[in-house]
């Protein structure tokens, strides 16, 4: 188990050294969450490397990472623990079998019985020390959810009504990350540090392909990174994220592209873009136009 860093420039450090390159201010909320032990929330556009920070983290500091991936109906039961109803008709069958009267309710409802779900596994202790949970997409749910994570940020417990409270011994590392699909409630978002995660600048963008794609020559990286980033200026239904260039990059290393040309980005838009009217738009002669574009951006002035 890592310790928690010190500062915020041993903060950019430890995430670089998990190939995550974050701007000053993401790393600085970073630290702070860490150091005083406050919920993070992270919005911003899918791709944008929202995830992977609870993912670097938990990597990094030697935590086990618990994700929670938020979906339309989620409930309590499935965040935080079910009954295992199968084992309790089995135990009941058996006890009658013995000539009982049945397996006890106090019987049934026990340890024995539950089946751990991201927010209980989160309230355990942990071999290396209190884990990541990460609670993804929780723009996803829906209010009633919402306040249901309200006592769980709040003051690290959950309630089980068959157990009882469960608080943890110590409190977990939480990310919450939001694609904003819908504005979250305030109640949520005031117990958290907040962060809105953009799409990096070029050379920010560069060093992360760097980082992730390191095989990728020099040239090939500036190509690809310039393209991207006159790509997020079209009017596109659905922008490329970071994920999508590192993606795009280890496409063309696997076809030995050298250089882009029109062809091989009309042929490989597959790999950035996820909608058929985005590709038909950038296919052909606009393809062409962003590459020169993006080839004067590269040019020295």
């Not at 309230?123 to 749910?141: K, N, Y």
């Not at 209010?143 to 009504?161: G, K, M, N």
């Not at 922008?239 to 696997?254: M, N, Q, R, S």
Request: glycine share 6%.
């Amino acid at each position: 188990m890592t310790s928690i860093p010190a500062t915020i420039e041993a903060t950019e450090a430890m995430l670089a050294g998990q190939g995550y390159v974050a701007a000053r201010a993401l790393a600085t909320v970073v630290f702070l969450s860490l150091k005083l032990g406050r919920p993070l929330f992270l919005e911003g556009e899918a791709g944008v490397g929202k995830t992977e920070i609870a993912k670097t983290l938990a990597t990094a500091l030697g935590r086990r990472l618990i994700r929670l991936q938020c979906y339309e109906g989620l409930d309590a039961a499935s965040a935080v623990a079910e009954w295992n109803f199968a084992a309790q008709m089995v135990a009941i069958r058996a006890a009658e079998g013995a000539g009982g009267a049945g397996a006890a309710k106090a019987d049934l409802f026990t340890e024995d019985y539950l089946i751990e779900r991201p927010l209980l596994a989160a309230m355990r202790p942990q071999p290396g020390g209190a884990p990541v949970l990460l609670i993804d997409e929780v723009d996803r749910t829906d209010e009633p959810f919402e306040a249901f994570l309200l006592e769980a940020l709040s003051d690290t417990q959950v309630t089980i009504p068959e157990l009882g409270t469960i608080r943890a011994p110590e409190p977990p590392i939480v990310i919450l990350t939001s694609n904003r699909t819908r504005e979250v409630h305030d109640a949520l978002k005031r117990r958290c540090l907040y962060h809105w995660v953009d799409y990096p600048g070029f050379e920010r963008e560069l060093q992360i392909l760097a980082a992730r794609a390191p095989e990728a020559q020099e040239r090939l990286s500036q190509e690809v990174v310039a393209f991207v980033q006159r790509l997020r200026r079209e009017d596109l239904f659905k922008k490329p994220g970071v994920a999508e260039t590192i993606d795009w990059a280890k496409c063309l290393l696997a076809l030995d592209v050298m250089a882009l040309s029109p062809e091989v980005i009309s042929d490989t838009l597959g790999a950035i873009l996820k909608y058929q009217d985005d590709i038909q738009k950038i296919q052909g002669s606009e393809a062409k136009r962003l590459l020169d574009q993006a080839r004067k951006d590269l040019a020295p002035a």
